[in-house]
Protein backbone atom coordinates (compact mmCIF):
# COMPACT_ATOMS: atom_id res chain seq x y z
CA UNK A 1 0.00 0.00 0.00
CA UNK A 2 1.27 3.63 -0.87
CA UNK A 3 0.92 6.10 1.73
CA UNK A 4 1.05 9.92 1.66
CA UNK A 5 1.11 12.06 4.32
CA UNK A 6 1.75 15.47 5.29
CA UNK A 7 1.58 16.78 8.57
CA UNK A 8 1.56 20.63 9.53
CA UNK A 9 2.32 22.31 13.33
CA UNK A 10 0.97 25.93 13.65
CA UNK A 11 3.02 28.00 16.21
CA UNK A 12 1.23 31.30 16.43
CA UNK A 13 3.06 33.32 18.80
CA UNK A 14 5.99 33.88 20.14
CA UNK A 15 8.85 36.38 20.58
CA UNK A 16 11.96 35.12 18.43
CA UNK A 17 12.32 33.90 15.33
CA UNK A 18 11.98 30.29 15.64
CA UNK A 19 8.62 31.00 17.81
CA UNK A 20 6.53 30.80 14.82
CA UNK A 21 6.56 27.64 12.56
CA UNK A 22 5.45 24.25 11.21
CA UNK A 23 6.37 20.76 10.73
CA UNK A 24 5.78 18.85 6.72
CA UNK A 25 6.14 15.74 6.41
CA UNK A 26 5.23 13.25 3.14
CA UNK A 27 5.60 9.67 4.06
CA UNK A 28 5.15 6.62 2.01
CA UNK A 29 5.81 2.62 2.34
CA UNK A 30 6.08 3.35 6.12
CA UNK A 31 9.17 5.90 5.36
CA UNK A 32 9.52 9.42 5.92
CA UNK A 33 10.50 11.26 2.68
CA UNK A 34 10.51 14.55 3.62
CA UNK A 35 10.55 16.72 6.67
CA UNK A 36 10.56 20.15 7.06
CA UNK A 37 10.67 22.14 10.41
CA UNK A 38 9.29 25.60 8.66
CA UNK A 39 10.07 28.35 10.80
CA UNK A 40 8.56 31.69 8.94
CA UNK A 41 8.65 34.22 11.07
CA UNK A 42 10.31 37.32 9.80
CA UNK A 43 13.94 37.79 10.88
CA UNK A 44 14.58 40.35 13.52
CA UNK A 45 17.79 41.58 12.29
CA UNK A 46 19.14 42.04 15.23
CA UNK A 47 23.33 42.33 14.43
CA UNK A 48 22.87 44.93 11.90
CA UNK A 49 20.24 46.93 14.29
CA UNK A 50 23.44 47.13 16.77
CA UNK A 51 25.62 48.20 14.06
CA UNK A 52 27.14 51.90 15.17
CA UNK A 53 25.64 51.83 18.47
CA UNK A 54 27.96 52.25 21.56
CA UNK A 55 29.39 49.32 23.78
CA UNK A 56 27.37 50.34 26.75
CA UNK A 57 24.17 49.81 24.78
CA UNK A 58 24.45 46.18 24.05
CA UNK A 59 23.77 44.49 27.03
CA UNK A 60 20.21 46.37 27.26
CA UNK A 61 19.69 45.57 23.31
CA UNK A 62 20.21 42.36 23.53
CA UNK A 63 18.57 41.11 26.35
CA UNK A 64 15.54 42.35 24.22
CA UNK A 65 16.07 39.32 21.75
CA UNK A 66 14.47 37.14 24.28
CA UNK A 67 12.47 37.14 27.08
CA UNK A 68 12.96 33.94 28.65
CA UNK A 69 16.54 33.53 28.73
CA UNK A 70 17.75 37.47 28.40
CA UNK A 71 20.35 37.00 30.91
CA UNK A 72 22.25 34.65 28.66
CA UNK A 73 21.97 37.20 25.77
CA UNK A 74 23.94 39.78 28.01
CA UNK A 75 26.24 37.64 29.29
CA UNK A 76 27.52 36.24 25.69
CA UNK A 77 27.62 40.20 25.12
CA UNK A 78 29.55 41.05 27.72
CA UNK A 79 31.92 38.73 27.64
CA UNK A 80 32.88 39.47 23.73
CA UNK A 81 33.05 43.30 24.28
CA UNK A 82 35.31 42.95 27.51
CA UNK A 83 37.59 40.39 25.51
CA UNK A 84 37.25 42.70 22.83
CA UNK A 85 38.54 46.03 25.18
CA UNK A 86 40.75 43.95 27.40
CA UNK A 87 39.13 44.47 30.04
CA UNK A 88 39.32 42.13 32.95
CA UNK A 89 36.61 41.69 35.65
CA UNK A 90 37.42 40.78 38.76
CA UNK A 91 36.41 37.70 41.04
CA UNK A 92 33.27 39.65 42.95
CA UNK A 93 31.95 40.11 39.07
CA UNK A 94 32.85 36.51 38.14
CA UNK A 95 30.77 34.84 40.86
CA UNK A 96 27.46 36.97 41.04
CA UNK A 97 27.03 36.77 37.27
CA UNK A 98 27.27 32.92 38.33
CA UNK A 99 24.14 33.84 40.74
CA UNK A 100 22.66 35.90 38.27
CA UNK A 101 22.94 32.82 35.39
CA UNK A 102 21.71 30.25 38.00
CA UNK A 103 18.49 32.66 38.24
CA UNK A 104 17.94 32.50 35.08
CA UNK A 105 18.58 28.50 34.99
CA UNK A 106 16.51 28.03 37.58
CA UNK A 107 13.12 30.09 36.21
CA UNK A 108 13.71 28.73 32.38
CA UNK A 109 13.94 25.04 33.29
CA UNK A 110 11.18 25.85 36.22
CA UNK A 111 8.83 26.88 33.01
CA UNK A 112 9.34 24.41 30.51
CA UNK A 113 9.28 21.03 33.25
CA UNK A 114 6.32 21.86 34.69
CA UNK A 115 4.14 24.40 32.48
CA UNK A 116 5.34 22.88 28.59
CA UNK A 117 6.69 19.31 29.10
CA UNK A 118 5.38 17.60 31.96
CA UNK A 119 1.02 17.78 30.21
CA UNK A 120 2.47 15.75 27.33
CA UNK A 121 4.03 13.17 29.57
CA UNK A 122 1.55 12.99 32.33
CA UNK A 123 -1.74 12.90 28.91
CA UNK A 124 -2.87 16.35 29.11
CA UNK A 125 -2.95 19.13 26.84
CA UNK A 126 -2.09 21.63 28.71
CA UNK A 127 -1.00 23.30 31.87
CA UNK A 128 -5.19 24.36 33.46
CA UNK A 129 -6.26 21.01 33.08
CA UNK A 130 -2.79 19.35 34.57
CA UNK A 131 -3.26 21.94 37.68
CA UNK A 132 -6.20 20.46 37.76
CA UNK A 133 -5.26 16.86 38.71
CA UNK A 134 -1.46 18.18 40.14
CA UNK A 135 -1.97 20.71 41.65
CA UNK A 136 1.02 20.74 44.18
CA UNK A 137 2.84 19.78 40.97
CA UNK A 138 2.25 23.03 39.03
CA UNK A 139 2.42 25.09 42.33
CA UNK A 140 6.02 23.59 43.09
CA UNK A 141 6.70 24.71 39.15
CA UNK A 142 5.99 28.19 39.84
CA UNK A 143 7.34 28.52 43.05
CA UNK A 144 10.99 27.26 41.45
CA UNK A 145 10.28 29.84 38.40
CA UNK A 146 9.32 32.44 40.82
CA UNK A 147 12.78 32.08 43.02
CA UNK A 148 14.70 31.90 39.44
CA UNK A 149 13.21 35.64 38.46
CA UNK A 150 13.68 36.90 41.80
CA UNK A 151 17.19 35.95 41.56
CA UNK A 152 17.30 37.51 38.37
CA UNK A 153 15.64 40.28 39.90
CA UNK A 154 18.51 40.81 42.82
CA UNK A 155 20.85 41.83 39.80
CA UNK A 156 18.73 42.88 36.98
CA UNK A 157 16.60 45.31 38.39
CA UNK A 158 13.61 43.20 36.78
CA UNK A 159 13.19 39.65 35.85
CA UNK A 160 12.57 40.67 32.26
CA UNK A 161 14.69 41.97 29.89
CA UNK A 162 16.86 43.05 32.95
CA UNK A 163 19.11 46.21 33.09
CA UNK A 164 21.73 45.69 35.73
CA UNK A 165 24.29 44.23 33.80
CA UNK A 166 26.87 46.29 31.75
CA UNK A 167 30.09 45.87 30.36
CA UNK A 168 33.12 45.35 32.97
CA UNK A 169 30.05 44.66 36.33
CA UNK A 170 26.94 45.63 36.83
CA UNK A 171 25.67 48.93 37.65
CA UNK A 172 24.91 48.31 41.44
CA UNK A 173 25.48 45.97 44.42
CA UNK A 174 22.77 44.18 45.69
CA UNK A 175 22.18 45.21 49.63
CA UNK A 176 23.54 42.56 52.16
CA UNK A 177 19.88 42.54 53.26
CA UNK A 178 18.13 41.68 50.03
CA UNK A 179 20.86 38.88 49.42
CA UNK A 180 20.38 37.44 52.91
CA UNK A 181 16.64 37.19 52.11
CA UNK A 182 16.92 35.14 48.90
CA UNK A 183 19.41 32.75 50.45
CA UNK A 184 16.92 32.28 53.22
CA UNK A 185 14.57 31.46 49.88
CA UNK A 186 17.25 29.41 48.18
CA UNK A 187 17.91 27.10 51.32
CA UNK A 188 14.15 26.68 51.87
CA UNK A 189 13.77 25.57 47.86
CA UNK A 190 15.94 21.93 48.57
CA UNK A 191 12.76 20.69 49.67
CA UNK A 192 11.28 21.20 46.37
CA UNK A 193 14.23 20.41 44.14
CA UNK A 194 14.14 17.58 45.48
CA UNK A 195 11.12 15.90 44.90
CA UNK A 196 11.21 17.62 41.31
CA UNK A 197 14.18 15.42 40.88
CA UNK A 198 12.61 12.22 41.89
CA UNK A 199 9.26 12.79 39.81
CA UNK A 200 11.83 13.41 36.63
CA UNK A 201 14.09 10.37 37.19
CA UNK A 202 10.67 8.27 38.17
CA UNK A 203 8.81 9.96 35.07
CA UNK A 204 8.25 7.15 32.14
CA UNK A 205 9.98 8.42 28.50
CA UNK A 206 10.05 6.60 25.51
CA UNK A 207 12.65 4.50 24.18
CA UNK A 208 14.57 6.69 21.58
CA UNK A 209 17.92 6.65 21.32
CA UNK A 210 20.26 7.98 18.74
CA UNK A 211 23.40 8.51 17.88
CA UNK A 212 24.15 12.64 17.95
CA UNK A 213 26.47 14.56 18.44
CA UNK A 214 26.95 17.15 21.97
CA UNK A 215 28.17 20.13 21.70
CA UNK A 216 29.15 22.59 25.03
CA UNK A 217 31.53 24.44 26.72
CA UNK A 218 33.48 23.26 29.46
CA UNK A 219 35.02 24.84 32.18
CA UNK A 220 38.11 23.59 34.23
CA UNK A 221 36.57 24.27 37.41
CA UNK A 222 32.68 23.09 37.47
CA UNK A 223 29.74 22.87 35.96
CA UNK A 224 29.81 24.99 32.52
CA UNK A 225 27.72 28.71 32.50
CA UNK A 226 30.31 30.61 30.88
CA UNK A 227 33.87 31.12 29.79
CA UNK A 228 35.68 27.66 29.32
CA UNK A 229 36.00 25.79 25.84
CA UNK A 230 33.53 24.32 23.33
CA UNK A 231 33.87 20.77 23.35
CA UNK A 232 31.60 18.01 21.62
CA UNK A 233 31.82 14.28 22.27
CA UNK A 234 33.50 14.21 18.93
CA UNK A 235 36.90 15.13 20.38
CA UNK A 236 36.37 18.67 19.34
CA UNK A 237 38.09 20.94 22.25
CA UNK A 238 38.22 24.75 21.11
CA UNK A 239 38.34 28.36 21.99
CA UNK A 240 35.32 30.67 21.44
CA UNK A 241 37.39 32.92 18.91
CA UNK A 242 37.81 29.00 16.83
CA UNK A 243 33.91 28.68 16.51
CA UNK A 244 33.26 29.88 12.58
CA UNK A 245 35.98 27.64 11.42
CA UNK A 246 33.77 24.67 12.83
CA UNK A 247 30.81 25.37 12.54
CA UNK A 248 28.76 26.29 9.75
CA UNK A 249 25.53 28.36 9.38
CA UNK A 250 23.23 27.82 6.15
CA UNK A 251 20.05 29.13 5.19
CA UNK A 252 17.44 26.47 4.15
CA UNK A 253 14.20 27.31 2.00
CA UNK A 254 11.97 26.36 4.45
CA UNK A 255 13.13 28.35 7.30
CA UNK A 256 14.15 32.12 8.34
CA UNK A 257 15.97 30.64 10.87
CA UNK A 258 19.58 29.77 10.29
CA UNK A 259 20.54 26.03 10.51
CA UNK A 260 23.67 25.12 11.66
CA UNK A 261 26.14 22.33 11.31
CA UNK A 262 29.54 21.16 13.02
CA UNK A 263 31.80 19.65 10.46
CA UNK A 264 29.00 18.96 8.21
CA UNK A 265 26.41 17.28 11.17
CA UNK A 266 23.72 18.25 12.52
CA UNK A 267 24.50 18.45 16.71
CA UNK A 268 22.70 19.46 20.04
CA UNK A 269 23.24 21.89 22.43
CA UNK A 270 20.93 22.25 25.33
CA UNK A 271 20.94 20.97 28.96
CA UNK A 272 20.96 16.92 27.56
CA UNK A 273 24.39 17.88 25.93
CA UNK A 274 26.07 19.82 28.71
CA UNK A 275 24.94 16.96 31.25
CA UNK A 276 26.51 14.54 28.74
CA UNK A 277 29.83 16.74 28.76
CA UNK A 278 29.81 17.81 32.30
CA UNK A 279 28.26 15.10 34.66
CA UNK A 280 31.91 14.68 36.16
CA UNK A 281 31.60 18.49 37.00
CA UNK A 282 28.20 18.28 38.70
CA UNK A 283 28.69 17.66 42.94
CA UNK A 284 29.36 14.32 43.93
CA UNK A 285 25.72 13.98 45.50
CA UNK A 286 24.13 15.05 42.74
CA UNK A 287 25.79 12.63 40.40
CA UNK A 288 25.61 9.93 42.61
CA UNK A 289 21.50 10.68 42.72
CA UNK A 290 21.48 10.40 39.32
CA UNK A 291 23.45 7.02 38.79
CA UNK A 292 21.63 5.53 42.04
CA UNK A 293 17.94 6.44 39.55
CA UNK A 294 19.45 4.52 36.65
CA UNK A 295 20.74 7.00 34.51
CA UNK A 296 23.82 6.20 32.45
CA UNK A 297 25.42 9.27 31.06
CA UNK A 298 26.20 10.10 28.48
CA UNK A 299 22.70 9.62 27.75
CA UNK A 300 21.49 8.80 24.07
CA UNK A 301 17.89 9.10 24.92
CA UNK A 302 16.85 12.99 23.60
CA UNK A 303 13.70 13.07 25.91
CA UNK A 304 16.45 12.60 29.06
CA UNK A 305 16.83 16.58 28.54
CA UNK A 306 14.09 17.13 31.08
CA UNK A 307 16.01 14.56 33.71
CA UNK A 308 18.80 17.20 32.83
CA UNK A 309 17.01 20.39 33.48
CA UNK A 310 15.58 18.73 36.92
CA UNK A 311 18.98 18.02 37.91
CA UNK A 312 20.30 21.72 36.20
CA UNK A 313 17.77 23.08 38.65
CA UNK A 314 19.28 21.06 41.61
CA UNK A 315 22.69 22.30 40.72
CA UNK A 316 21.87 26.22 40.80
CA UNK A 317 19.83 26.25 43.72
CA UNK A 318 23.37 24.76 45.55
CA UNK A 319 25.62 27.07 43.11
CA UNK A 320 23.65 30.12 44.02
CA UNK A 321 23.59 29.44 47.72
CA UNK A 322 26.98 28.65 48.00
CA UNK A 323 27.97 31.43 45.93
CA UNK A 324 25.94 34.40 47.88
CA UNK A 325 27.18 32.33 51.41
CA UNK A 326 29.66 34.76 52.45
CA UNK A 327 27.98 37.74 50.19
CA UNK A 328 29.68 41.55 51.07
CA UNK A 329 28.72 44.16 49.00
CA UNK A 330 31.96 45.56 47.50
CA UNK A 331 32.82 49.27 46.89
CA UNK A 332 32.25 49.14 43.84
CA UNK A 333 29.88 46.82 41.22
CA UNK A 334 32.48 46.85 38.31
CA UNK A 335 35.02 47.72 36.41
CA UNK A 336 35.99 51.32 34.80
CA UNK A 337 35.74 50.78 30.85
CA UNK A 338 37.83 52.88 28.56
CA UNK A 339 36.57 52.53 25.11
CA UNK A 340 38.94 51.04 22.24
CA UNK A 341 38.80 49.41 19.23
CA UNK A 342 39.05 45.15 19.11
CA UNK A 343 37.62 42.37 18.44
CA UNK A 344 36.31 40.12 20.48
CA UNK A 345 34.09 36.43 21.20
CA UNK A 346 31.99 35.41 24.14
CA UNK A 347 30.31 32.06 24.40
CA UNK A 348 27.77 30.83 27.57
CA UNK A 349 25.30 28.39 28.09
CA UNK A 350 21.74 29.60 27.79
CA UNK A 351 19.17 27.66 29.37
CA UNK A 352 18.68 25.82 26.16
CA UNK A 353 22.07 25.52 25.05
CA UNK A 354 25.34 27.12 23.92
CA UNK A 355 25.15 30.90 22.94
CA UNK A 356 27.86 32.53 20.74
CA UNK A 357 28.16 36.00 20.28
CA UNK A 358 31.37 37.80 18.02
CA UNK A 359 31.49 41.97 18.48
CA UNK A 360 33.99 44.07 16.62
CA UNK A 361 34.06 47.65 18.03
CA UNK A 362 35.70 50.71 16.72
CA UNK A 363 37.66 53.25 18.86
CA UNK A 364 35.14 54.70 20.31
CA UNK A 365 33.60 51.50 21.51
CA UNK A 366 30.85 51.57 18.71
CA UNK A 367 29.97 47.89 17.40
CA UNK A 368 31.09 47.89 13.77
CA UNK A 369 29.90 44.64 13.23
CA UNK A 370 28.39 42.13 15.79
CA UNK A 371 27.09 37.81 15.12
CA UNK A 372 25.28 36.17 17.72
CA UNK A 373 24.54 32.21 17.29
CA UNK A 374 21.41 31.22 19.60
CA UNK A 375 21.22 27.91 20.65
CA UNK A 376 17.36 27.75 18.93
CA UNK A 377 19.11 27.99 15.17
CA UNK A 378 22.02 24.91 16.33
CA UNK A 379 19.60 22.78 17.12
CA UNK A 380 17.03 23.36 14.06
CA UNK A 381 19.12 20.90 12.05
CA UNK A 382 19.01 17.97 15.09
CA UNK A 383 14.99 18.39 15.76
CA UNK A 384 14.80 17.60 11.97
CA UNK A 385 16.68 14.68 12.78
CA UNK A 386 15.40 13.58 15.91
CA UNK A 387 11.78 14.00 13.98
CA UNK A 388 12.74 11.55 11.75
CA UNK A 389 14.01 8.88 13.77
CA UNK A 390 11.59 9.69 16.82
CA UNK A 391 8.37 8.75 14.26
CA UNK A 392 9.62 6.32 12.23
CA UNK A 393 10.43 3.97 14.97
CA UNK A 394 6.96 4.66 16.32
CA UNK A 395 5.71 3.71 12.83
CA UNK A 396 3.64 6.18 10.58
CA UNK A 397 0.87 3.99 10.52
CA UNK A 398 -0.09 5.26 14.06
CA UNK A 399 -3.09 7.56 14.56
CA UNK A 400 -2.96 10.99 13.42
CA UNK A 401 -3.16 12.24 17.19
CA UNK A 402 -0.53 9.54 18.35
CA UNK A 403 1.57 11.34 15.73
CA UNK A 404 1.03 15.13 16.42
CA UNK A 405 1.77 14.19 20.45
CA UNK A 406 4.97 13.00 19.32
CA UNK A 407 5.77 15.32 17.27
CA UNK A 408 5.07 18.00 20.38
CA UNK A 409 7.10 16.33 22.50
CA UNK A 410 10.01 15.94 20.12
CA UNK A 411 10.20 19.74 19.38
CA UNK A 412 9.40 20.54 23.24
CA UNK A 413 12.13 18.73 24.17
CA UNK A 414 14.45 20.98 22.63
CA UNK A 415 12.95 24.35 23.18
CA UNK A 416 10.92 25.69 25.69
CA UNK A 417 10.00 28.80 23.11
CA UNK A 418 8.73 26.35 20.24
CA UNK A 419 7.02 24.24 22.87
CA UNK A 420 5.05 26.65 24.12
CA UNK A 421 3.20 27.10 20.66
CA UNK A 422 3.23 23.52 19.66
CA UNK A 423 0.65 22.64 22.16
CA UNK A 424 -1.81 23.94 19.16
CA UNK A 425 0.01 21.87 17.02
CA UNK A 426 -3.02 21.32 13.93
CA UNK A 427 -2.44 17.77 12.20
CA UNK A 428 -4.19 17.75 8.47
CA UNK A 429 -3.19 14.35 6.88
CA UNK A 430 -3.71 13.32 3.27
CA UNK A 431 -2.79 9.64 2.62
CA UNK A 432 -2.89 8.57 -1.89
Known amino acids: MTERREIRIEVPVLARVEGEGALSIEARDGRIERLELRIYEPPRLFEKLLEGRGYDEVPDAVARICGICPV ?132 PVPDADQDFVSVALRHPHGYPMAGGRIVSDRRLDIGAEAFEAHFHELQVPHSTALHALHHGEPYMVGPLARLNLNHDRLPAALRDRLHAAGLRLPSRNPFHSLIARAAEITFAIGEAARLLADYVEPASAGTVVAPRAGLGFGATEAPRGLLWHRYELDDMGHVRSARIVPPTSQNQARIEADLRQSLERLGLEQPDEVLRLRGEQVIRSYDPCISCATHFLRLDMRRA
Open 72 to 203: AYQMSAVAALEQAMGIEIDDWVSRMRRVFYCGEWIQSHALHIHLLAAPDFLGYGNVVELAQAYPELVRRGLRLQALGNDLIRLFGGRSVHPVGARVGGFHRAPSPAAVAELRLRLDAACADTDALLDWALAL
